[in-house]
């Protein structure tokens, strides 16, 4: 997720759970690592790397034999041979394969931020952001569309400003809510590809509402995805800044009791076959706030959402 995102597996669930706080606040841009950069790497020192972790011997040699097994280049293919020291030590140093210790989740743990934030703009918006794709963004987001006061709306805003991703399990089940039966979600490519559709339980609302999305330079990996499948499918104007560029698809893999790695094994691939990663997403409108005479507490100017709901 960064969001960094992981992929979701039924038999990491718990894991996922306790890593979702932490991986939620990772800056991922810059990840990208080709094979000409790992082998650049060749000198970097791999125990002085890791010498803060708590790292035995044993723990060593099970981390690059991970490395080993999972890691994948921006292109899809693997290594055709085994990394070296001096490789994995690049891509460690390079933040394209991450360590964390277990105390920073339990910390990050303490103090959680909400999903999904509403509030009734004026003049029939309705403004909806998420910060973050896990387990119940989703259902809350379901929820969320049910009620009352969002039935009566004009118009959406959803806000994915500063989103760093999450899982793609949540990212594919918002998207059910937004867009039409049997459109292409997006797809993921390396170790495990996939592609991934909306199914007949879709409820777009972008199909019945004017329907803006925000985003800006850190909006991430899986919120990235989500903003491409509006803007590719027209469910709604994308508008704000060029997105980071970051589709890293992690895997969490545990080097010991103290010590988590997240190793890339796919990429992202926008709807129409882009590549997230390096490239981002261009936002149909460019906000600026210049001469604006009113802005809300989101940031947001007043007249600016006014005009490009019109234009829908």
């Known amino acids: 997720m960064n969001i960094d995102t992981a992929i979701y597996s039924k038999s990491r669930h718990t894991l996922m759970k306790q890593l979702i706080a932490l991986t939620l606040f990772l800056s991922i841009a810059g990840c990208a690592t080709n094979q000409t950069q790992v082998?650049?790497?060749?000198?970097?020192?791999?125990?002085?790397?890791?010498?803060?972790?708590?790292?035995?011997?044993?723990?060593?040699?099970?981390?690059?034999?991970?490395?080993?097994?999972?890691?994948?280049?921006?292109?899809?293919?693997?290594?055709?041979?085994?990394?070296?020291?001096?490789?994995?030590?690049?891509?460690?140093?390079a933040r394209t394969v991450k360590l964390f210790d277990s105390s920073e989740i339990k910390r990050k743990q303490a103090d959680p931020e909400k999903d999904v934030v509403t509030e009734q703009l004026d003049n029939g918006l309705f403004y909806i952001s998420i910060k973050r794709f896990v387990d119940n963004t989703a259902i809350e987001l379901e929820r969320i569309l049910a009620d009352q006061a969002f039935q009566y709306a004009d118009g959406v805003v959803i806000d994915l400003r500063g989103n760093l991703g999450g899982t793609l399990y949540s990212v594919n089940k918002v998207a059910q809510l937004l867009g039409p039966t049997n459109r292409l979600i997006g797809e993921t490519k390396g170790s495990m590809p996939g592609r991934y559709y909306t199914d007949k339980r879709a409820s777009p609302i972008g199909l019945r509402k004017p329907m803006v999305v925000l985003v800006d330079d850190k909006t991430s990996s899986g919120a990235e995805l989500l903003a491409a499948?509006?803007?590719?499918?027209?469910?709604?104007?994308?508008?704000?800044?060029k997105t980071a560029g970051a589709g890293v698809v992690r895997t969490v893999v545990r080097v010991n009791s103290a010590t988590i790695m997240l190793v890339p094994v796919n990429y992202l691939f926008d709807s129409n076959g882009q590549a997230i990663e390096g490239h981002g997403v261009e936002p149909d409108i460019t906000l600026s706030q210049d001469d604006c005479k009113e802005i809300n507490r989101y940031g947001l100017c007043k007249a600016t959402l006014e005009n490009i709901l019109s234009l829908r």
């Open 39 to 93: 082998h650049q790497a060749s000198q970097c020192d791999l125990l002085e790397t890791v010498a803060g972790y708590r790292l035995s011997v044993t723990d060593l040699v099970s981390l690059k034999k991970k490395i080993n097994q999972q890691y994948t280049y921006p292109d899809g293919s693997r290594p055709q041979q085994a990394l070296n020291d001096g490789e994995i030590c690049g891509l460690i140093k």
């Open 229 to 241: 499948f509006i803007k590719n499918h027209h469910l709604g104007t994308v508008a704000g800044k």
